[in-house]
T-cell receptor, first 115, second 115 residues
């Protein structure tokens, strides 16, 4: 019954490493999103994608990039991990379409610690 | 631009009592959707309830209801007969019109249910 799967639940990486966070959805959703969640700041949008090979910056894209080669998979890349990227990362997906009735389906999150 | 405001500090409620979680929003869109999500300590985001801006009746889903006051731009979540399992963080979110509109989240409210 799992619909949005994030590859790792917990991850510890060293400063300067290149980090890949993977997200796969099986609901044939067009839209996919990456958020980071920090205490007192809520969820902040990093990047999103409306279609394969398409991406757009969210509110806090600095230090991140993304890749969407297949409709079901959306990867978040930390080019050179830093300690201020220690956070909870949440992937989500949704149908596209006009109107505002479509919410998101979230993955279980990846708690990343950069040391 | 859309904005969601959740300003309550951590909330406490006695088991079996009702509790209201506040949410105000700001948007220039005429048509929009309002959502509430629950995030237990395990981290997954669980969709609770949706209210469309043109819906004449307040949304209800089991023990959850949304007190929608459009003129005041508020969308408060009411949980009736609180249970210990309701202890979690709760996020209010909104999504505007347009094929690719995004969910904007508030900072969340922590609810603790006391036995």
């Amino acid at each position: 019954d799992v619909k949005v799967t994030q590859s790792s639940r917990y991850l510890v990486k060293r400063t300067g490493e290149k980090v890949f966070l993977e997200c796969v959805q099986d609901m044939d959703h067009e839209n996919m999103f990456w958020y980071r969640q920090d205490p007192g700041l809520g969820l902040r949008l990093i990047y999103f994608s409306y279609d394969v090979k398409m991406k757009e910056k969210g509110d806090i894209p600095e230090g991140y990039s993304v890749s969407r080669e297949k409709k079901e998979r959306f990867s978040l890349i930390l080019e050179s991990a830093s300690t201020n990227q220690t956070s909870m990362y949440l992937c989500a997906s949704s149908f596209a379409g006009f109107g505002s009735t479509y919410g998101y389906t979230f993955g279980s999150g990846t708690r990343l610690t950069v040391v | 631009a859309q904005k969601i405001t959740q300003t309550q500090p951590g909330m406490f409620v006695q088991e079996k009592e009702a509790v209201t979680l506040d949410c105000t929003y700001d948007t220039s869109d005429q048509s929009y959707g309002l959502f509430w999500y629950k995030q237990p300590s395990s981290g997954e985001m669980i969709f609770l309830i949706y209210q469309g801006s043109y819906d004449e009746q307040n949304a209800t889903e089991g023990r959850y209801s949304l007190n929608f006051q459009k003129a005041r731009k508020s969308a408060n979540l009411v949980i009736s007969a609180s249970q210990l399992g309701d202890s979690a963080m709760y996020f209010c979110a909104m999504r505007g019109t347009g094929a690719n509109s995004k969910l904007t989240f508030g900072k969340g409210i922590t609810l603790s249910v006391r036995p």
